[in-house]
């Protein structure tokens, strides 16, 4: 009997659960690209070129190893154009009567799946994606009961379970379990940041190429140069040089932000771990074993396996838990929509202008440019969690619901009322000068308050907290803030309101601000 074995964009490993036990001779792969996918959000040139040509890549291995391959191109003529309607397709022309698919990352494909068995008359296994470290029912098991979820305590159980940067006594190596404190130095002068990884364009990518900029011209984003690794052989080479050139000072820079500089010493992993070249776990042993080799300090290896084995599988439980209905949260009754600006970087707010810029270009923004730019002004300036959740999963390669929401709806516009965060991530301009220099090519002066010159994330972090006070005087850890805001006095408090007024009329009238 003949098994259909589904393989989407983003699991694209071997190892993959969808493939154990697989019959080379009987069974079927079956991977394909559907209009439905590449565009029920308008995704990133650069996203859908990575994915196709990966994916492409990919059923080419598979069938050097021997497995039968069935692979949909886009632009075929029967392409039915959707998962279901691709799956129909082959259901009916073979006769199978099985599928067995590895879970989807993203809540809507996974329900799509749950619906083939009976639409089609087919068994459908459903099979857990063990690439990621912790089960779903292993983090239902550590959230529940808990008054308050916090990722740190997660992370060190995480760090117990796979025995990870532990000493023989299973105490934390160096005595601490987080290094974050050594991790927020300001760049003084120039920087030696080693070049990024380029890989070669061949005829699958060269093809992909031609077709996104044919078919998908409308969507964000600079097709070209593109130079992500497709295969796994360029990704664990793009990890080993990760390794081998940048750990020893991701640490250090980690908070970083340097006009120009949209790599840093990040790793520029996420794109591949998250589409399955990678496995979470070889970039954390790498990591791990480059501290034991002496060749990076304790502080990066921790710091760069906290964001993995932390951070990533944290943010994953959280989607999961709170699915569906995590996509509606508006916890500060934010609607304001989304500016222009983020789409073609036409502000005079050089901090955004930049992160803005890279991001169109690169597809690819680090993740303090995420968090304490353009997240942070998404969040003082009000803006609507549903705009801002899709303006995040468009523009970033590494972007699936999965990861993005609860960086978005969670972490920085704290719309799930502290699910996931403590308090809100919201800064005034002083922290984007502490930690970058975009300040000083500014039109806006960060040292100035009040007033047309004033930085605006200077009186709108203040809108912010004035405006929200109900909902966040409550929180220990505003506690500072709100008897600041206690002792500003009215004449203050008027001119950042009347500041905030007139950016937003500027806004509103579609001038540039
Ligand atoms: P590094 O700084 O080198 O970190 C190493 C790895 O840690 C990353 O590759 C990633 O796998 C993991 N990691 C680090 N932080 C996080 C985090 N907060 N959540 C999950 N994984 C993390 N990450 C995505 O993979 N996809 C997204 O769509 C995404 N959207 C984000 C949206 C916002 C608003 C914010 C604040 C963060 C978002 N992140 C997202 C997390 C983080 O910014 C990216 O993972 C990181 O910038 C990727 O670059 P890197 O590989 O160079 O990361
Ligand atoms: C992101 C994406 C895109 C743009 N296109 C496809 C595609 O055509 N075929 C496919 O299998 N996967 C694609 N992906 C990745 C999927 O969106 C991802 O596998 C699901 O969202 C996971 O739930
Ligand atoms: Fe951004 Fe304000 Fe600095 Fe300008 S002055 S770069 S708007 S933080």
């Given at each position: ?61 598979l ?55 009976e ?26 009961d808990?008054?308050?979820l ?27 379990w ?43 984003g ?67 074993a ?25 943010i ?5 838990m ?24 036409n ?49 970033y ?31 005034s ?10 300040c ?28 929200n ?19 500003m ?25």
């Open positions: 009997m003949t098994t259909l074995r589904l393989i989407l964009g983003d699991q694209l490993h071997q190892d993959i659960s969808s493939l154990k036990g697989c019959d080379k001779e009987n069974d079927i792969i079956f991977m394909c690209e559907v209009w439905e996918e590449a565009t029920y959000v308008q995704h990133h040139k650069k996203k859908i070129a990575f994915l196709f040509s990966a994916m492409r890549h990919f059923s080419r291995e069938k050097e190893a021997g497995f039968q391959v069935r692979y949909t191109q886009l632009d075929d003529e029967d392409n039915a154009g959707s998962f279901k309607g691709e799956i129909e397709r082959v259901v009916k022309e073979r006769g199978i009567k099985n599928i067995i698919v590895t879970e989807a990352g993203e809540y809507r494909v996974l329900q799509d799946m749950q619906s083939w068995g639409a089609f008359g087919v068994d459908v296994d459903i099979r857990a994606n063990d690439h990621f470290l912790c089960t779903h029912e292993d983090f239902k098991n550590w959230a529940e808990r008054n308050e916090r990722m740190e305590y997660f992370y060190r159980e995480m760090r117990k379970k796979y025995n990870i940067l532990l000493t023989d006594e299973g105490k934390p190596v160096g005595g601490e987080n290094y974050d404190s050594e991790n927020r130095k300001t760049p003084k002068g120039a920087l030696d940041i080693p070049d990024t990884y380029h890989a070669q364009t061949d005829d699958i990518t060269s093809d992909v190429l031609k077709l996104v900029g044919a078919k998908f011209k409308d969507h964000f600079d097709l070209e140069p593109f130079h992500f690794a497709v295969t796994r052989d360029q990704a664990l080479y793009a990890l080993d040089k990760f390794v081998s050139e940048r750990l020893n000072n991701f640490g250090d820079y980690q908070d970083a932000m340097v006009q120009g500089e949209p790599w840093m010493y990040h790793s520029h992993l996420s794109f591949y771990i998250n589409c399955g070249l990678l496995t979470p776990m070889e970039c954390i042993e790498k990591a791990q480059a501290y034991y080799d002496k060749t990076a300090p304790l502080n990066a290896v921790e710091g760069f396996i906290r964001q993995i084995l932390g951070w990533r599988e944290y994953r439980g959280i989607y999961w709170k699915m569906p209905g995590y996509e509606a949260e508006n916890f500060l009754d934010a609607t304001r929509k989304l500016p222009s600006f983020y789409w073609d970087a502000t005079q707010m050089n901090c955004l202008k930049q992160c803005v810029s890279e991001t169109k270009e690169n597809a690819y923004a680090h993740h303090i440019q995420r968090l304490m730019v353009l997240g942070n002004f998404a969040l003082i300036a009000g803006l609507s969690p549903e705009e801002v959740n899709e303006w995040f999963l468009i523009v390669a590494d972007a699936y619901e999965w990861v993005e929401m609860p960086n978005v709806t969670g972490m920085i516009l704290y719309a799930d009322g502290g699910v996931l965060a403590s308090k809100p991530y919201a800064s301009g002083a922290y984007i000068n502490k930690m970058s220099d975009y000083k090519g500014c039109k806006y002066k960060v040292t100035k308050k009040n007033g047309p010159e004033a930085c605006p994330f200077n009186y709108l972090y203040w809108d912010f907290i004035d405006r006070e109900d909902k966040l005087k409550g929180n220990h850890r505003m506690r500072m803030m709100y008897s600041t805001l206690k002792r006095g009215d004449e203050k408090l008027d001119a950042v309101r009347a500041d905030t007024k007139r950016f937003f009329n500027a806004i509103d009238k579609g001038d540039v601000v």
